[in-house]
């Protein structure tokens, strides 16, 4: 199964050998096994990198980079990533097209990111969203009520008593942290000069005093902006009896806002839900 299409910046590799195996490892997640050969198609040589879940659990999201260990940069090759769930055993491949030459020896492959199914999280399908704490509490369950009830992954419902797997409580609070100041200045021209003054045919803009010669002076204005610098928090739990199953606390790097973050990374170690 080829897991993605990319668009190829590497190199063509010489070698026929497959590569040794990397068993790599992150986060306490793995090892996925790595490993790469040449193969041809339509008679030009392509580059297969096969990889397969030791993990013993099923993976959601996982990256890697493809690297010249004999080149000086250490930047990828290619950037691999998957397109599904990756159970346990599974074997995927992806087709490379590189352009220049290039020992298989001196391939190196790096575990960027990993995600696995949690599997107690994995049989929660319906959900109840408690109130949260925290000064802006509200809006973020609300935000968060929202995202999940978007996904296809989890059913929300707006009433504690009907039937529900899990709740999600959580906090949520904003406070000032600093202040920052934007100033900006504008210069504005004054002419005292003759009352015909004028640039390439246009007139001088200022105050005329009726004398044939003239001085410009400049004069400049300041306005200055002040703003709170503002933090954010939001933590958050999945409970289920007693048991928290999932926890975010926003940590783990992600540009989107909080809430968008958060109800992500639930996915993620949710899988796909049990099957119906």
Avoid at 26 to 42: F, L
Avoid at 194 to 221: C, N, W, Y
Wanted: charge should be negative.
């Amino acid at each position: 199964m080829i897991a993605c299409a990319l668009v190829m910046i590497g190199t063509l590799l010489a070698a026929k050998a497959p590569s040794h195996d990397f068993r790599l490892q992150r986060d306490g997640i793995g090892p996925v096994t790595m490993w790469a050969e040449v193969s041809k198609k339509n008679g030009s040589p392509i580059l297969i990198v096969h990889g397969r879940n030791d993990s013993g659990t099923s993976i959601t999201r996982a990256s890697f980079c493809v690297r010249d260990s004999s080149q000086a940069m250490d930047s990828c090759l290619f950037n691999l990533w998957i397109t599904h769930v990756w159970v346990p055993h599974e074997e995927i491949k992806w087709a490379l097209t590189p352009n220049a030459p290039i020992d298989l020896a001196s391939v190196d492959i790096a575990l960027d990111e990993i995600r696995r199914v949690v599997p107690e999280l994995a049989k929660v399908t319906t959900v109840y969203v408690l109130p949260f704490e925290g000064n802006v509490g509200e809006i973020n369950a609300e935000r968060i009520l929202a995202l999940l009830a978007a996904s296809p992954r989890f059913k929300v419902i707006n009433d504690p008593d009907l039937p529900h797997d899990a709740v999600i409580e959580g906090r949520a609070q904003s406070q000032a942290v600093g202040l920052s100041a934007t100033t900006t200045e504008r210069a504005d021209s004054q002419m005292n000069g003759s009352a015909a003054i004028g640039v390439i045919g246009f007139p001088t803009l200022g105050r005329v005093r009726g004398a044939t010669t003239g001085d410009q002076s400049a004069e400049k204005q300041s306005t200055s902006v002040t703003g709170s610098i503002v933090e954010e928090t939001l933590i958050l739990r999945l409970m289920q009896k007693g048991q928290i199953l999932w926890g975010w606390e926003g940590s783990k790097g992600c540009i989107k806002p909080k809430p968008a973050c958060a109800v992500e990374d639930l996915i993620d170690a949710a899988g796909n839900g049990p099957t119906r």
